[in-house]
């Protein structure tokens, strides 16, 4: 895992959470 994987592990980032909504990827936890 690299730094980039441990931001996108962060839920915090609207960037990452607007990434899961677009492109769900298998083995990302998509929080609503």
Not at 20 to 27: I, K, L, N, Q, S
Request: net charge negative; glycine share 6%; aromatic share 6%.
């Amino acid at each position: 895992q690299g730094d980039c994987e441990r931001i996108l592990d962060t839920p915090e980032h609207e960037y990452t959470r607007a990434l899961r909504e677009a492109v769900p990827v298998p083995g990302w936890t998509v929080t609503a």
